[in-house]
């Protein structure tokens, strides 16, 4: 399935975009609990792969990701999962460059393609530094989402859309993971200049945390990308059902949304 196709497909019907961040290999029913989302109306799915070192994370995604670690969690293994995950839906991994440089290039992007993941984000490898890691990634049709901050001044936006594939992320504010009790002053005006800048869908990320801030944030984006709120619920011991009640939670403002604008 190809990422960008598909959300653009979306995107057309006048939906707006839902994608949750999962931590792959955090306990053993992780694989259900992707299944649990697409089901409650998820257009992709962003899985985590676990490292030591994950400098865009706030406190719940490293907690997340330090449990799958001391349980086991490699990147092999999470890609060798995934690949199991028939779920209709494109699945994204977000991962840091150490492990693909570990990997190699060519062999961890073919290792995803081969497993049927559709993209991939590397958030410590910046647009200058792409060489390789892109090369390999385009030559076996995985798509390397980039990513903007509210900093990124206008050039080097457009240079990072005019590269991005299957989706541009718009980083909602500055600063790590997390749930925030409002959505941040500066994601209204990321959304608008990114969807000034590029027709490839965007997606606002980082501190989005209720249905409600969901809503908001997508009124100037193609759609919001919720982890930390999500993987909150996983931490305290949901599972799957959890999983889908929240994902429906936001699938249903955000439609209902919609709706209401359209009228």
């Known amino acids: 399935m190809r990422l960008e196709e598909h959300l653009r497909a979306r995107r ?13 290999g955090m306990g053993r029913s992780w694989p259900e609990v992707v299944r649990a989302v697409v089901d409650a109306g998820a257009d992709a799915v ?39 995950l028939d779920v209709g839906a494109p699945i994204v991994v977000m991962t840091y460059y150490n492990p693909v ?13 081969d497993a049927g993941v559709d993209g991939a984000i590397v958030p410590d490898l910046p647009l200058d530094e792409l060489d390789g890691w892109g090369e390999a990634a385009d030559a076996t049709g995985v798509e390397t989402v980039l990513l903007a901050a509210p900093t990124t001044p ?35 005006e990321m959304g608008r200049r990114c969807k000034a800048a590029t027709d490839v869908p965007v997606l606002l990320g980082v501190g989005i945390s209720s249905p409600e801030q969901a809503v908001e944030a997508a009124r100037s984006a193609d ?24 994902v429906a939670a936001f699938r249903e403002a955000l439609d209902r949304a919609s709706e209401e604008e359209d009228r």
């Open 12 to 24: 057309a019907q006048g939906r707006k975009l839902l994608v949750p961040y999962v931590t792959g």
């Open 46 to 84: 962003e899985i985590g792969i676990p490292f030591s070192d994950p400098v865009m994370d706030g406190a719940t995604i490293q907690e997340a990701s330090q449990r799958a670690l001391e349980i086991g969690a490699t990147p092999a293994g999470i890609v060798a999962e995934a690949a199991t």
């Open 223 to 246: 759609g919001v990308i919720v982890g930390s709120a999500l993987v909150r619920r996983l931490l305290r011991g949901g599972g799957p059902e959890s999983a889908h009640a929240l």
């Open 101 to 113: 440089l570990h990997a190699g290039h060519e062999r961890f992007a073919r290792s995803l393609a």
């Open 154 to 188: 206008d050039d080097r936006l457009r240079a990072i859309c005019d590269r991005s594939r299957g989706f541009l992320y718009g980083v909602s504010l500055m600063g790590v993971t997390g749930e925030r009790e409002a959505l941040a002053a500066q994601a209204a």
